[in-house]
Structure formats: structure tokens, C-alpha cells
């Protein structure tokens, strides 16, 4: 079996065994030297493997204790990272749906013309989807994304994936975004459009999105509950 192979297939049985509870939340997993013997491999071959455990939130390394397992009924999102909810949804590997609750083209008006830096009036197409995770409804995402990067929208794009049409079909260079986190009170459509379970307040991610020419053509809201989310980075005191 070819390496590469090996380490995904190994990754892929331990991070099912932590789905399925078989390594419980703040239990380690065995030694590099146990999974060596276990799966026959190499020390090389079982960090790799670890490694992916630990860039998709299933295990945190501790230096000198071992690989500790988190607690994955909350989902992991990138803070710095630029990645869309389909590239999200790929590595979590769970049951998620999309539902399109509105897609349609308006004019900007001033907050709108505000956040994406336009003129007043200019035509902006709003979208808003709620994401069914594992029967719970608990993210609302909202977007509004200038007409004149792209000229066309449908139901079923923003059902499956707007960035893989961004760039796929229209050839956009999204380049970068800058992002606001906070908590805030739920809204009246927060309360009808997720399963909130008695949560007063939502963490609030947005996203002012630019392309390769620095120009912003995406505003977005993302909408989440409280309970099922953590969000991380990874930071590096400079010298």
C-alpha cells in the first residue's frame, strides 16, 4: 500500500473510532509507538496521519503527554482561513444540508452600499441558507454579492457550492477577506429560520471579501448558535 494511502486510511479509521466514541472527549489516543504496531507502519506514516487529525479538529497535540481528543459535537471553522461551507463540509465529514430561504437581485441601499464599498442603487444579489447539521438547523449564512462580478445566480448553485461557480465557471481570483467576530442578540429571523434551543444570542462571523484587484464583491453574514461552534487560528509570536 502506498504511503499516502496508508496515512489517509489510517486518519480516516481513527477520526470514524472519535465520531463513534470509541476515544472519548479529553482521553488520549495510544502512543506513536502503539499506533506503529497497531497499523504496522512507520512513526513517519502514523504523524502524518495524526497531523490531519489535528489540522480537521479531532485531536489536539500536547508536547511530552501525547495527542488529546477533543470534543468534536462542536465544529471546528478556520479564522484566518478563506474556505467555502462545501470545503468545510468535506473535511467534517457529517450530515449537511442547504436550504436557499431567498435569492434575489436588489438594489443597495446605504448599509449595503456601505459594506461593499459601491455606489447607492447598485444591483447586489442577496442569499440566505440555512445549514442542517445532523438534523439541527444552526447556521444562517447571508451574502450579498455585486451584480457586475456576478452577473447570474441560481437556486441550485447556492444550494451546492457559490465559490466553486465563482471559480470555476466565472474565473473569479478571490483573494483574501477581512473578518469581524462577534456575539449578538438573535433576531426575529434567527428564531425562525434556525434551531436556536433556547439561545438568546448568535456568534456573528463577517466577511467582506475581496478579489485579486483589492476590490470588494462579497459581504456576508454568517449566522451562528452558540453551543456548536468553536472557531481557531494559529498564531506565531514574532521575534
Keep these: 500500500m502506498a504511503t499516502t494511502n496508508k496515512y489517509m486510511n489510517i486518519f480516516q479509521e481513527l477520526s470514524e473510532e472519535i465520531k463513534n466514541g470509541v476515544f472519548e472527549p479529553n482521553s488520549l489516543l495510544p502512543s506513536e509507538h502503539e499506533l506503529c504496531e497497531r497499523f504496522n507502519t512507520s512513526r513517519e506514516t502514523i504523524r502524518k496521519a495524526l497531523t490531519l487529525l489535528s489540522q480537521n479538529g479531532f485531536i489536539q497535540k500536547m508536547q511530552g503527554k501525547g495527542s488529546l481528543v477533543l470534543d468534536i459535537s462542536k465544529m471546528t471553522f478556520p479564522v484566518t482561513g478563506l474556505v467555502s461551507f462545501k470545503e468545510i463540509q468535506q473535511s467534517l465529514g457529517r450530515d449537511i444540508q442547504t436550504t436557499v430561504h431567498k435569492l434575489e437581485l436588489i438594489e443597495a441601499e446605504d448599509w449595503l452600499a456601505n459594506q461593499l464599498e459601491c455606489p447607492q442603487n447598485a444591483l447586489a444579489w442577496e442569499v440566505v441558507r440555512a445549514r ?89 453574514e454568517s449566522r451562528h448558535r452558540l453551543d456548536k461552534f468553536k472557531f481557531v487560528d494559529f498564531a506565531r509570536r514574532r521575534k
Design 132 to 220: 442542517t447539521i445532523q438534523g439541527e438547523r444552526v447556521i444562517l449564512d447571508k451574502d450579498w454579492l455585486l451584480q457586475t462580478s456576478v452577473p447570474s445566480l441560481t437556486e441550485e448553485i447556492c444550494a451546492d457550492s457559490i465559490y466553486a461557480y465563482l471559480e470555476g465557471q466565472l474565473g473569479l481570483n478571490i483573494s483574501y477577506a477581512k473578518k469581524e467576530i462577534t456575539v449578538e442578540p438573535a433576531t426575529d429571523e434567527d428564531r425562525a429560520l434556525l434551531d436556536l434551543d433556547g439561545y438568546s444570542h448568535i456568534v456573528l462571523v463577517k466577511n467582506f471579501v475581496h478579489l485579486e484587484d483589492t476590490s470588494i464583491f462579497q459581504y456576508t
